[in-house]
C-alpha cells in the first residue's frame, strides 16, 4: 500500500516540477530541455518499481527495473557477446551491404529515366511490404549463423536507401544543372560536385530509416534460428524460462544500441550536409 | 502515370525473370544429385524442367508459388471450405484482424497524445522526446515477451497480437500528428485570434484540418508495421494460426512453397491494406480541396 501512495506522490511531485520547468523562463536553455524528458523518463522507472512492489507482481510478469538493472551487471559477458553477435556481425555487415547496394543501383539507373520510372513506384511499393517475412527463407538459404542476418538486413535496407537516393539525385535544381553545363562539366562532374553533394540530404534521411530497420531484421531473423548467441536467440529463449529480467535487459541493449547509432549516422550527416537549412536552424 | 505503366511493367518482368533464373540455378543441386544417385544423366531442358517442379525447392518458382496461393484461397472458396484450417483465407483473416483492431487502437491512442501534446507544453517537452527516440529503438523486440506474459496470465488469442499492432502504429502517428497539428502557421492562427476563437473551434476549423494530410501519411506508415506486428507476434506461440504461424510452420518442415505463398499472401494484404488509404486519403483531400 504504501508503495502505492509513493508512486502516486512521486508521479503527482514530478509533474508537477515537469509543468513548473517548462512554463519558466528558463525553459529555451539545453539544460531543461534535457531536465524534464529526464525527469519524465525517472518518474516511469520510479512508479514502475513502485507498482510491481506495492501490487506484488510476480517476476515472471514484470520484473522491477532495479532487478534488470542487477541482472544487466551480472550479465555483461553474455550481452556483450550477443550484442557483437546480432548487432556487429548481422546487422552491421547487412546494413553496410545493403545501404551500398542501395545507393549504387541508384547511381546506375541514374541515366536511364525509363528504369526509374519503372523502379521508383515498384522499390516504393516493396518498401511498404513485410520483407522481414523473408527471414525464414534467408536462413534456410544463408544457414543460422549472422550471414543470413545479414541477407535479411540487405533484404530490408535496400528498397528505402533506393527510394531516397533516387529521389535525392533529382534534387539538384534546374538553374544548378544549368550552372555546371555552362562550365561544361562532365557527367561524372556534375555527378560527384553538384548532384551528389545535393542528394545527400535525402541519402542520410534513408541512412536513419535503415539502422532501425537493420537492427530489427536481425533480431527477429533469429526468432527463426540462430547459433545459441544472439540477441533474438536470447529474447526467445529467455521468454521461453520466464526469465524476463534478461529479457528486459536484452531489450534495454537494443534500444540502446538502436539510439546510439541513429545518433551516429545523424552526427555524420550534420557534419555532412552542414550547408542544409535544417542543420542551420 | 500513364507513362509509367510500361517502365512498371518491364521492371516486374525483369524481376520475375530473375526469379526464374535464380530458381534454375538454386535449385538445379538438387536435381543433379538425385540424378547423380540413379546414375543417370540429365539433359540442361531436364535440369530447368526439374528445377520448376520439385516438391522442395530452395526457391520455389514464381508459378508453383502462384498455384499453392490458387489452391489455399480461391481454390478453398470453390470447394466451400474458404475457412478451413488449411485456407490462407482463414490464416490471413487471423492476421487482418488482430492487424486491424491494433491499427485502430493505436492510431486512436496516437491522436490522443498528439492532441494533448500540442495542447500541453510540459507534456511537449517530457514526451516528446521520448516518442522520437522511441522511432529507432527495435521495439519489435518486445513482441514475444508481450505475447507469452499474456498467456501466461490468461490472455490469449487476438487480443496479444493486436497490442503488439497497436504500439507499433502508435509513434508514427503520434509523430505524425504532431507535426500536422503544429503546421498551421502563425498568421492562419493569429487569424483565428482576430475572431475570438476558441481554443476548441481553433482545433476543430483550422488545426486538425490542416493535419489530415499527415495523418494520412502517417496512416500507412502505421498500417504496413501494425500487419508486421501482427505477424510477428505469431511466432512465439508456435504456430498456430495466421500468415506468422504459416511461415514458421513452413520453416520448421522445409515446406518452401508454403512460406512464400505465406509471404506472397502478406505482402498483398499490406498492399491492399496501404492502397485503401491511399485511395482514402485523395478521396478526402479532394473533398477538402487540399488535392495537389
Redesign the interface.
Known sequence: MIWLVFAAVFWVAAWRLNVWLSNSPWRGTWPVRLAVPAIFGLTLLVVWEALVRGLAVPGVILPPPTAIGVRIADSLPILWGDFVQTFVKGALSGYVIGCGAGILTAILIDRSPFLQRGLLPVGNFIAALPIIGTAPILVMWFGFDWQSKAAVVVAMVFFPMLVNTVQGLAAATEMQLDQMKTWSASYGQTLMKLRLPAAMPFIFNGLKISTTLALIGAIVAEFFGSPIRGMGFRISTEVGRLALDMVWAEIAVAALAGSAFYGLVAAVERGVTFWHPSQRG | MR??V???????LA?LALWYGAAVL?NRSWTLDQAARAGQEVSLSQIVADTMAQERP?LPAPHQVGAELWKTTGGMALKGRAFSKRSLIYHGWITLSATLLGFAIGTGLGILLAIGIVHN??M???????AI?S????I???A??II??LN??GVTGLIPKAIISAYLSFFPVVVGMVKGLRSPDAMELDLLRTYSASPAQTFWKLRWPSSVPYLFTSL?IGV?AS??GA??GE??TGAVRG??AR??A??YY?Q?VQ??S??IA??IL??VL?GLIGLAQRITLKRMGMAR
Open positions: 507513362n509509367s510500361l517502365p512498371i511493367l518491364t521492371v516486374i524481376i538454386l530452395k507544453r510540459a511537449n517537452m517530457s514526451v516528446m522526446p521520448w527516440a522511432q529507432t529503438i527495435p519489435l523486440a518486445i514475444p515477451m507469452v506474459v501466461s496470465i500507412k504496413a500487419l508486421v505477424i510477428v511466432l512465439p500468415l506468422g511461415l514458421l513452413g520453416s522445409g518452401t512460406i512464400w505465406a509471404l502478406a505482402a499490406a498492399a496501404v
